[in-house]
T-cell receptor, first 114, second 107 residues
Framework: GAGVSQSPSNKVTEKGKDVELRCDPI?????LYWYRQSLGQGLEFLIY????????KSGLPSDRFSAERTGGSVSTLTIQRTEQRDSAMYRC????????????FGPGTRLTVL | RKEVEQDPGPFNVPEGATVAFNCTYS??????FFWYRQDCRKEPKLLMS???SGNEDGRFTAQLNRASQYISLLIRDSKLSDSATYLCVLNTDKLIFGTGTRLQVFP
């Protein structure tokens, strides 16, 4: 079946612009996660959804970052007033159950802020 | 101190070698543990879960030592296709990924 998909695959934007990243989880997966991975760095947890609610937003780096999930499916991560330090690979994952279940990752969105 | 620390790597080993990676963690409340594999420029994929009693999956053996707070991954009879970055992952109230250990298997 289809895996996790993310769009766009690459996004180049100018400093100060807003960007929206999209994640389509595997059908039926109730949990959805957003991570950020910089070159040579580990995965940095951003936010986690169980259904449409986000029990844990503690990883969001600043109030410029927000995320939502609708219909228990698609999620969008929005970064307002982007800064160069936001440049990274943004990865989405989904799992059938809650934390502790195997996470399936999407191919990521490479964000470059000029 | 980082919540998860891994061997710095890279590990360069010949085909057929046995190689072991260690990962230490600081949060004693960690509930479960995993090893994920990430190929260059690809997404991470679950390699195996780590159980208290230790577990084996073919050439791969994972062990957990709660008293010393470390997890290990042993790969026997290394293959060229094992070349990747291996991520140690803890589940506390969220998943915490280590920065990974790079393995390069050469002919």
């Amino acid at each position: 079946g289809a895996g996790v998909s993310q769009s766009p695959s690459n996004k180049v934007t100018e400093k100060g612009k807003d960007v929206e990243l999209r994640c389509d989880p595997i059908s039926g997966h109730t949990a959805l996660y957003w991570y950020r991975q910089s070159l040579g760095q580990g995965l940095e947890f951003l936010i986690y959804f169980q259904g449409n609610s986000a029990p844990d937003k503690s990883g969001l780096p600043s109030d410029r970052f927000s995320a939502e999930r609708t219909g228990g499916s698609v999620s969008t991560l929005t970064i307002q007033r982007t800064e160069q330090r936001d440049s990274a690979m943004y990865r989405c994952a989904s799992s059938l159950g809650a934390l502790g279940s195997e996470q399936f990752f999407g191919p990521g969105t490479r964000l470059t802020v000029l | 101190r980082k919540e998860v620390e891994q061997d710095p790597g890279p590990f360069n080993v010949p085909e057929g070698a046995t190689v072991a990676f260690n990962c230490t963690y600081s949060n004693s409340a960690s509930q479960s543990f995993f090893w994920y594999r990430q190929d260059c420029r690809k997404e991470p994929k679950l390699l195996m879960s780590v159980y208290s009693s230790g577990n084996e999956d073919g050439r791969f053996t994972a062990q957990l030592n709660r008293a010393s707070q470390y997890i290990s991954l042993l790969i026997r009879d290394s293959k060229l296709s094992d070349s990747a970055t291996y991520l140690c992952v803890l589940n506390t109230d969220k998943l915490i990924f280590g920065t990974g250990t790079r393995l390069q298997v050469f002919p």
